[in-house]
């Protein structure tokens, strides 16, 4: 087994080598590939394909392709998702469509998803059809995702399943897919990367659901990002509408007045509506809910076709992914 | 051979059935979809793919997901063109972001090259790795093309031979690889497969020349579009590239007069630049141009290795495509 620092070294090392050499001309067509892609990220998706491999397989060399694929894939619907959502900064640096313009943005991400696909294109043939329809029906799945997001905004009686639906389409699928993949290439046999895939669905809804406690209850500092930003913005997210649903009546209004008034100080709705959250349990039925998702995901790790000690590197990889535990 | 009728009904039912079938939810992802393809067109590119398919075989079916895949990947080049064009209109209707809004057109856009990419995953797997690859470049470059043009509008100094680079990234290529897929997939060798690519390239300059020349020279009536409309928007063509190339001092003067004022009227300025272009000869350049790419496309079929009636069947094919002859 290679370990987790090794592998995201040789994602970027790989990362350098397809994206900086060729794919110059024209200049604003690739220039925001390589900045999107230079401004880092913690290469999550292709370090889970490349470990999923790992488990199976002692060569890594033949997943690296579907490895770069997800990452150029997921930069690329950060870069359109950073202009729908009018994003002026990502990762503490401008977004593509600020520091260039729109158009930029929107070609360079459209020549992005077709440089995924031809990282997926090397996969061995072997596996190519398999991987090739997971990606895709991943991708489509994260467009859904993102349509629902910007849907949710303006349609009132989204209810928490469909916000679950949500970021599961939006954010989950990729990880699962990332998992199968690796592990399909890997040569784990369709149980296995079955499993694998489930395992990466469960993880992103706790990731998912754990931003979503951070915001609010997060350290600013490790977080990483202003605490309250959610509740600022009114976003639907799994603390507001649980809020939503267990208020009573006098609750509810409190809260409808500070989610329909735009005129409140920002920091005084984020008190008020931690507030409510307080009263209403949010907290801890949200950490119930995380640790639901990553009670599930030890399970399915425990059920692998793998020896204890690789079970217990994976149980040890998710570990460092789970933020309040650290 | 099945005649083209008979292709274009066959292609008309297969869209359907493909988009009418699921792809349903969100409807602000899929609808947007079906309306872009429903508007029309002439499927000319899944056309000369089973076109190319049938003269090396007599069943079709196996070539439709990838006529399919090229017909979809082509109206989402349109749908977010139209955005980066900021056009109201195609085709008489409404464009997706006039109808809709921006981020719906970015998003369903996206959603549709990937449905390219799942028609592609159809293609047998024995023709998989070569038309993915083949695909792949041909997206790839048609973002190029695309790019190419935007920085065009910006860039002085353009020749006739940027310009032609241009329009055979962003028009010519599709044509190629329609051809050449079909052809592949139908069973022909790599020499003849190369040979439709380089049919499908000279007939797609061929087209796009001539569409320049009718622009200004053209029968508004059977142009389908307002003569001239190149002359106002100061599109830096085959003709106007030429033209200031070929223009002495003093015509260079007028055409960059005409260029650089904004308030002349519309007709004073295509009356003027158009009498420019004929003192130059220009429409006589354009004409000789655009017949040399179709005498080259006739040699290319003359070439190939098929009977004399088909060769016959696919020159009268390329013929009803000439606009001037038909």
Redesign the interface.
């Known amino acids: 087994m290679q370990s987790i620092k090794s592998i995201q070294k040789i994602i970027e090392k790989e990362l350098q080598q397809f994206f900086n050499n060729g794919y110059n ?2 200049a ?2 690739y220039e925001p590939i390589r900045y999107i892609l230079s401004i880092g990220g913690k290469r999550l998706r292709p370090t889970m394909v490349l470990l999923a491999c790992n488990l199976y397989n002692e060569n890594i060399i033949s997943a690296i392709p579907a490895a770069l694929a997800i990452e150029t894939f997921h930069n690329f619907t950060l870069l ?1 998702d950073d ?2 959502d009018n994003s002026p900064m990502r990762r503490s640096q401008p977004t593509v469509h600020n520091k260039w313009n ?3 943005a ?2 360079s ?3 992005m ?3 995924a ?2 990282l ?2 090397k996969v061995d ?1 072997k596996y ?2 398999s991987v ?2 997971i ?3 991943t ?2 799945q994260i ?2 995702g ?3 997001d ?2 949710f905004e303006t349609t009132a009686d989204i209810t928490v399943e469909n916000y679950l639906e949500m970021i599961q389409l939006k954010t989950s699928v990729l990880l699962g897919a990332s998992f199968e993949i690796g592990a399909i290439i890997g040569g784990a046999d369709k149980t296995e990367a079955t499993k694998f895939y489930e395992l990466g669905l469960n993880l992103g809804l706790a990731f998912q659901l754990q931003d979503d406690y951070l915001d609010t209850y997060g350290d600013a500092q490790t977080f990483g990002k202003r605490i309250g930003g959610d509740i600022v913005s009114n976003k639907k997210t799994f603390m507001l509408l649980t809020a939503l649903q267990k208020a009573n009546e006098k609750q509810l209004r409190e809260l409808q007045f500070h989610l329909n008034k735009t005129m409140i100080p920002d920091e005084e709705k984020i008190i008020a509506v931690t507030n409510i959250y307080n009263t209403l349990d949010i907290p801890n039925i949200a950490l119930q809910k995380i640790d639901a998702y990553f009670d599930k995901s030890a399970q399915i790790v425990e059920s692998l076709n793998l020896t204890q000690e690789k079970k217990q590197f994976l149980a040890e990889f998710i570990q460092t992914l789970n933020g309040r535990k650290k």
Request: aromatic share 8%; with cysteine.
């Open positions: 001309q024209p604003n067509l359109h202009i729908m729109n158009n930029v929107i070609l991400g459209d020549a998803s077709i440089l696909y031809e997926i294109a043939i190519l059809k090739l329809e990606f895709n029906k991708a489509l467009c859904e993102q349509q629902y910007m849907d």
